[in-house]
């Protein structure tokens, strides 16, 4: 049980860094300019401007992630990692490797992607009504 915990920090502390990466190529490719007026100064000013900067260039995506391993890391603290949140089973390390962020079990998964789906195609098919409700107040 250590060792699977040990083995998972180590896991997300590697997919947080990695993140982090992407961000910083992110942010660098969006600023680098060609020309040498790009100097380092820039960079050595406030470094809160700099991380807010940072924080708007990251991708919805990107933020969720890193969301999502602080999340998981918290949890790895509280000793409550690996533990489905609906019954409370072990989730097996094979399945936490490969979903670091899972919070359930497979078959509870199972259950909510189902609920989720259906609840998806619910808002879709009331997103589309309220589209073409309001198109056609405005023609
Ligand atoms: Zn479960």
Not at 12 to 39: F, R
Not at 83 to 93: K, S, W
Not at 122 to 134: H, N, V
């Amino acid at each position: 049980m250590v060792e699977k915990i040990e083995e998972m920090r180590a896991i997300l502390l590697k997919m947080k860094k990695d993140a982090l990466e992407e961000i910083g190529k992110a942010v660098k490719s969006g600023t680098d300019k060609p020309s040498d007026e790009t100097s380092g100064d820039i960079y050595d000013q406030a470094s809160n401007e700099r991380d807010r900067e940072l924080l708007l260039l990251l991708g919805d995506r990107e933020r969720e992630k890193i969301r999502n391993i602080d999340e998981a890391l918290a949890r790895l603290e509280e000793g409550e990692y690996g533990i489905c949140e609906d019954c409370e089973e072990e989730i097996p390390l094979g399945r936490l490797k490969a979903m670091p962020f899972a919070r359930l079990c497979v078959k509870c998964k199972a259950d909510l992607e189902k609920l989720q789906a259906q609840t998806k195609r619910f808002e879709e098919e009331r997103a589309y009504r309220d589209i073409a409700i309001s198109e056609e107040e405005e023609s």
